[in-house]
């Protein structure tokens, strides 16, 4: 099942599933159990980011092209960093270009999310898949600037400024998506294929992701956790490629669909 959160006519936020003719029916019912697809159509007023994350969990330097083109060492264990909710935005609305706190190196990253639909602890590799509730696309936009200078050797300064977190447009339920890394991802700038590969590449995969990150810690239904992103960032670029206002990024992968945000500068 494709399900869209959505916004009606009156600003009202429901859960609905989208259908390969365009229609969207109603859901009902708690999303982290039983939705039922109710049939009634709707009229979506405002696409809006599929979940509403309890915690944002990234990994960095998780695919094997990526940490070459930066010259970086393939990772023993899983590269951790995290962003505040506050940082998700949704399908259609802007990736907002820090002025405050203001950054001239802000770069693209498309990622697959992984949402989980119940609590995780210890969960096994073998049983990870089981906790997912779905998958969509993400954006993990980062200032690499403050990435690298701005956060006392910590990335999550450069990493969750407001709106470095587009997520969307559905969320794609666990059962239509058997192996989540055989998924062809990549990200378009203005019309410009940037990143093109597939999430076969990760280092480590999904299952290994969950049971990592689960291993004596508790993950709550709702968790999104960002699984790296391929090869040719910006900052990796000759001349590196940030963006800039103006700009329209587009993250698409097989099977979900595309995501799509344009930039605009932070008004001080």
């Excluded at 990994?59 to 094997?64: A, F, H, P, S, V």
């Excluded at 990622?111 to 989980?116: C, D, G, K, P, R």
């Excluded at 969750?160 to 998506?177: H, R």
């Amino acid at each position: 099942m494709k399900i869209v959160r959505f916004q009606d006519e009156r600003g009202g936020v429901h859960y609905g599933r989208s259908h390969d003719d365009g229609r969207v029916t109603r859901l009902s019912g708690d999303l982290f159990g039983a939705p039922n697809d109710t049939g009634e159509s709707v009229r979506v007023a405002k696409l809006l980011a599929p979940a509403e994350p309890r915690d944002i969990i990234c990994i960095g330097l998780n695919y094997r092209q990526h940490a070459a083109e930066g010259k970086q060492a393939i990772p023993e264990f899983p590269v951790v960093f995290m962003k505040n909710s506050g940082a998700a935005q949704n399908p259609g609305d802007p990736i907002v270009l820090p002025r405050r706190l203001r950054s001239d190196s802000v770069d693209y990253e498309c990622e697959l999310a992984v949402v989980l639909g119940k609590e995780c602890y210890n969960v096994a590799k073998a049983d990870a898949l089981q906790y997912v509730l779905g998958y969509t696309c993400a954006n993990d936009v980062s200032a690499r600037d403050w990435q690298r200078n701005g956060g006392g050797g910590q990335w999550c300064r450069g990493k969750t400024f407001a709106t470095f977190c587009p997520l969307g447009p559905c969320l794609v339920t666990a059962d239509e998506i058997a192996n989540p890394n055989a998924l062809a991802i990549r990200t378009i700038l203005n019309g410009e294929t940037m990143q093109d590969w597939n999430t076969n590449d990760m280092i480590f995969d999904v299952p290994t992701l969950i049971e990592f990150l689960s291993s004596s810690t508790r993950l709550a239904a709702g968790t999104v956790i960002l699984t790296g992103t391929p090869h040719g960032v910006g900052f990796a670029r000759t001349p590196p490629v940030f963006l800039k206002a103006g700009d329209t990024v587009t993250v698409e992968i097989d099977g979900i669909g595309a995501l799509t945000n344009p930039v605009v500068e932070e008004i001080v």
